[in-house]
């Protein structure tokens, strides 16, 4: 999918994203993309797994541009997506080329870099 400002041009039909949409109200079962990125975002080891997300939160751009940008925060997941976020901007500026990024960064899990699953977006 491609969110435009006007409108999103979705790659799936309306009705079938909002099936495959994660849940606010009850556990996700998932196939989750674990990534292993080195700073500059090349991917150094990946694998899928099976997995159970707790009901997920939808929040916009804007919400999501104010936690990472809010210092107050403190817990392993803001951490994370700060991590995940640095990775970015390295590669905005030109540290790497090509591939995607999606999950998890060198360091490994718990303090490592970002852990994150990939989201469909919310119905």
């Known amino acids: ?43 150094r080891h990946c694998q899928l797994v099976r997995s159970l997300v707790p009901p997920v939160r939808c929040l916009s751009f804007d919400e ?3 936690l ?17 976020d640095a990775i970015f901007q390295r590669r905005e500026d030109g540290g ?6 999606s999950a998890r960064a060198a360091g490994g899990g718990s303090g490592g870099a970002a852990a994150a699953a990939a989201a469909a977006p919310c119905a």
């Open 1 to 43: 999918s491609l969110y435009a400002a006007a409108a999103p041009l979705h790659m799936l039909p309306p009705p079938l994203l909002a099936a495959a949409a994660l849940s606010d109200d009850a556990p996700n079962e998932c196939l989750t993309a674990l990534v292993q990125l080195d700073l500059y975002g090349h991917i």
């Open 68 to 84: 990472l940008a809010g210092d107050g925060m403190t817990s392993e997941v803001h951490s994370d997506l700060t991590a995940l």
């Open 96 to 101: 790497a080329r090509g591939g995607a990024v």
């Open 64 to 66: 999501v541009d104010s």
